[in-house]
């Protein structure tokens, strides 16, 4: 008793035991101890006992009554051992698993969040990918159905796109047009201008955005082209021009009628009359 509860045993005699329980356990211990006494049967239970310093200590108890020969009980023996170290392993490990517990919670509403932050972000990406298909659908309609011809070439005036009407201008299918160096179509001036203006702009020289042409046909025939030009990147990078070019062969050809005299004006009109009568 000495070594476990600090109290010799000389002074433990006639003392109330409950005196040794810390006061918040007695309302645990004490129904045990009823049934235990009103059954006749062992019992078994935890408390604090206060040892002799003062301080508490977890013990562990094994309470059997002591019954007469007519029945009655007049005491018990009470076996204890300390089983501190025992609540204490316990107790840490309620608290790992308490924070274990906790830092699981906080992990789910994380994830949970970066899910929803996901979910949202899935969601954006998608509204922005249809207006983007949107975008290009529209786009290439107008492309495909303007009345320029729309040609995109890389850095080496190779070309990567061209749209119908530009076929129909020289002549050439697009499959036949596409990977070829654009200005091969061009006449030897027009192919220096094209190149040299192009360069000056690459480099940031302020040149003119707009710029006539002729183009050769597939069939050997010239058409004279107003040209336009715009630079830009692609998604990796690459620089790339798109070449509008708006066909005004037959505006150059009214204009140098115009410069005509009279009588010669009226002599090319009327051969132009006659030879669409005789088609």
């Given at each position: 008793?000495?070594d476990?509860?600090?109290?010799?045993?000389?002074?433990?005699?006639?003392m109330?035991?409950?005196?040794?329980?810390?006061?918040?356990?007695?309302?645990?211990?004490?129904?045990?101890?009823?049934?235990?006494i009103?059954?006749?049967?062992?019992?078994?239970?935890?408390?604090?006992?206060?040892?002799?310093?003062?301080?508490?200590?977890?013990?562990?108890?094994?309470?059997?009554?002591?019954?007469?020969?007519?029945?009655?009980?007049?005491?018990?023996?009470?076996?204890?051992?300390?089983?501190?170290?025992?609540?204490?392993?316990?107790?840490?490990?309620?608290?790992?698993?308490?924070?274990?517990?906790?830092?699981?919670?906080?992990?789910?509403?994380?994830?949970?969040?970066?899910?929803?932050?996901?979910?949202?972000?899935?969601k954006?990406?998608?509204?922005?990918?249809?207006?983007?298909?949107?975008?290009?659908?529209?786009?290439?309609?107008?492309?495909?159905?303007?009345?320029?011809?729309?040609?995109?070439?890389?850095?080496?005036?190779?070309?990567?796109?061209?749209?119908?009407?530009?076929?129909?201008?020289?002549?050439?299918?697009?499959?036949?047009?596409?990977?070829?160096?654009?200005?091969?179509?061009?006449?030897?001036?027009?192919?220096?201008?094209?190149?040299?203006?192009?360069?000056?702009?690459?480099?940031?020289?302020?040149?003119?955005?707009?710029?006539?042409?002729?183009?050769?046909?597939?069939?050997?025939?010239?058409?004279?082209?107003?040209?336009?030009?715009?630079?830009?990147?692609?998604?990796?990078?690459?620089?790339?021009?798109?070449?509008?070019?708006?066909?005004?062969?037959?505006?150059?050809?009214?204009?140098?009628?115009?410069?005509?005299?009279e009588?010669?004006?009226?002599?090319?009109?009327?051969?132009?009359?006659?030879?669409?009568?005789d088609?």
């Amino acid at each position: 008793h000495k070594d476990i509860l600090g109290i010799c045993a000389e002074d433990m005699v006639g003392m109330n035991a409950y005196e040794l329980v810390h006061p918040d356990d007695m309302e645990k211990i004490l129904p045990v101890i009823r049934e235990s006494i009103a059954r006749r049967k062992p019992a078994k239970f935890e408390y604090r006992s206060r040892h002799g310093d003062g301080h508490y200590f977890w013990t562990e108890a094994n309470a059997n009554p002591l019954i007469e020969e007519d029945g009655s009980i007049s005491g018990a023996i009470l076996v204890t051992r300390d089983i501190t170290e025992k609540k204490e392993a316990e107790e840490a490990l309620r608290r790992a698993h308490d924070e274990l517990e906790e830092k699981v919670r906080e992990r789910t509403i994380e994830l949970s969040q970066t899910n929803a932050e996901l979910q949202q972000e899935i969601k954006e990406r998608k509204r922005t990918e249809a207006m983007l298909r949107e975008s290009e659908e529209r786009y290439r309609s107008i492309v495909e159905n303007t009345h320029d011809g729309i040609v995109i070439v890389d850095e080496d005036f190779h070309v990567v796109y061209a749209n119908p009407e530009m076929g129909f201008i020289s002549g050439y299918n697009i499959e036949e047009e596409l990977g070829r160096d654009f200005t091969v179509f061009l006449d030897g001036q027009s192919r220096e201008k094209a190149k040299d203006s192009t360069l000056r702009r690459r480099r940031g020289e302020d040149v003119p955005s707009v710029y006539e042409v002729t183009l050769i046909r597939k069939d050997g025939g010239f058409r004279t082209g107003e040209v336009r030009i715009s630079l830009f990147r692609d998604s990796t990078g690459k620089l790339l021009s798109v070449v509008h070019f708006l066909d005004i062969t037959g505006r150059k050809h009214s204009e140098e009628l115009l410069l005509l005299p009279e009588k010669d004006l009226l002599r090319v009109l009327a051969a132009g009359y006659i030879e669409k009568m005789d088609k």
